[in-house]
């Protein structure tokens, strides 16, 4: 679909502005694609370290289906405070499902991140609004990515995203009758 898209657009750039307009603006895309790749792989990278340094049992226990509004408090306190932009968040929260977490956690890892960062609120939105209006949104959002979480565990929501199936626990590999 989305290269169905990209092909349609560059036909009709083609041919409504010219082969130079599209090839300038391929050249400017593959640049970008460029910048990007190297970030999309570092989000990769530390995702995937992540999931060698905390183990399944752990990140099911703190932001697993069983963890409660605690679980979601944790992931979304995780997500508010971590630096880093989206090609590290997205690929860092697939790691997190694909490791235990539930898709509640997960929706409110993203959306603290999204709403409440903090990171993103000193650096950009202090200069141009002040500590008074950050504050205020602050404040405001701080309870949102929760209840999103809260709504993402939703058991009607089970059609649109099934939930994960569970791991067999380790040590047990068909010893069961020895």
Same mark, same amino acid.
């Given at each position: ?11 009709? #750039?083609?041919? @409504?502005? *010219? ?5 300038? /603006?391929?050249?400017?895309?593959? $640049? %970008?694609?460029?910048? &990007? ?57 697939? #790691?997190?499902? @694909?490791? *235990? ?5 997960? /929706?409110?890892?993203?959306?603290? $991140? %999204?709403?409440?960062? &903090? ?36 058991p009607v929501l089970d059609r649109i995203a099934p939930r994960t199936a569970k791991a067999p626990p380790a040590g047990n590999g068909g010893?069961?009758?020895?």
């Amino acid at each position: 679909m989305v290269a169905g898209l990209s092909f349609g657009a560059a036909g009709y #750039v083609f041919a @409504t502005e *010219g082969g130079s307009v599209a090839l300038r /603006i391929l050249a400017e895309d593959l $640049w %970008l694609f460029a910048a &990007i790749l190297p970030k999309v792989a570092l989000g990769c990278l530390i995702g995937a370290l992540i999931r060698l340094l905390i183990a399944r049992e752990t990140i099911e226990r703190f932001v697993g289906e069983g963890s409660g509004l605690l679980g979601l408090g944790l992931a979304a306190l995780i997500g508010m405070l971590f630096p880093a932009g989206p090609f590290t968040i997205f690929p860092l929260a697939a #790691v997190l499902l @694909t490791s *235990g977490a539930d898709r509640g956690a997960a /929706i409110a890892f993203i959306s603290a $991140w %999204l709403l409440v960062g &903090i990171n993103r609120a000193i650096i950009w939105e202090m200069p141009f609004f002040g500590p008074d209006f950050v504050l205020f949104r602050f404040l405001i959002s701080l309870p949102l990515p929760v209840l999103l979480g809260l709504l993402a565990r939703a058991p009607v929501l089970d059609r649109i995203a099934p939930r994960t199936a569970k791991a067999p626990p380790a040590g047990n590999g068909g010893e069961a009758g020895s």
